[in-house]
């Protein structure tokens, strides 16, 4: 429950700001406001730590990557929510709009990063899913299903047509990202087919098998269920794939903005303090 409350608590703090900014009870110049600006910017600044903790042996001393790793994402909130408090959420001179902009887009890039993140790891805080680990989950089921489909083979075979296709190497993010949005539909669409051709061959074998129609019934619907779960898991290798290309791109990204800012920052600074 603590990301939800914090989140909320973040939200409500956005809220009230918000609302009560057109009051202006500080100013940016002096006072609160000044110092929302001074621990803003400084919690942007500490934001350099994670990376360094993470390619710097010697720092092990002061925490595992995993904890810098949690307030790496605490001040990349906080740190905008308290310069959103400074600049009283409205615009001012050029300097300050450029600071103000680079934030707001070094946030957002950082948001996405870890939706991307949390796409390729386990959990938010977890180690990295392998390619390697999703493709032996997928063979695992493939396995089960072909030893259910021996009634239904035709539907079989283009099933796992199906699979191979979807997993074959793209050309491009694009190309992937085009893949991911439509291998959901089909799926669903095959699985129809499946459900529908599985209960006619059961009907047209009935005398063979001597099966009731409850377990005719039971039965095509342990089939979907596994043929369900193994398209599910198609999906997720295709996605991670996608996800992986994000993830690198977003790092190459990433880093350049936030120099943007720091530099934005400077310039800021020193236009409001010497000129």
Known sequence: MLPYGFGLAVLSALFVGYRLSEYEYYNAEEGVGYMFGIVGGSMMLALLLYPLRKRIRFLNVIGSVKI??????????????????????????TNSNVALFSMLIVSASGVIGRYIYTKIHHGL???????????????????????LLKLNPQAGEELFEFVDHVLMPTKGIFHSFLRIMTVGLRSRLLVRKL???????????????????????????IIVREA?????????VVEFS??????ALWHVLHLPLFFMLVVAAIVHVIAVHWY
């Open 68 to 93: 810098w790793f949690g307030f790496h994402m605490m001040l990349g909130v906080l740190g905008p929510l308290l310069i959103l408090f400074h600049a009283n959420f409205s615009l001012g001179s």
């Open 125 to 147: 805080y977890g180690q990295k899913i392998e390619l390697a680990e999703l493709t032996n989950r997928l063979r695992t089921n493939q396995e089960n299903l072909s030893s």
């Open 195 to 221: 459900r529908k051709s599985t209960f006619e061959r059961l009907n047209s074998v009935s005398a063979e098998t001597s099966l009731t129609k409850e377990e005719k019934k039971k039965t095509v619907k």
């Open 228 to 236: 369900n779960n193994y398209l599910n898991r198609a999906r997720k």
């Open 242 to 247: 996608f996800y992986e290309r994000m993830f």
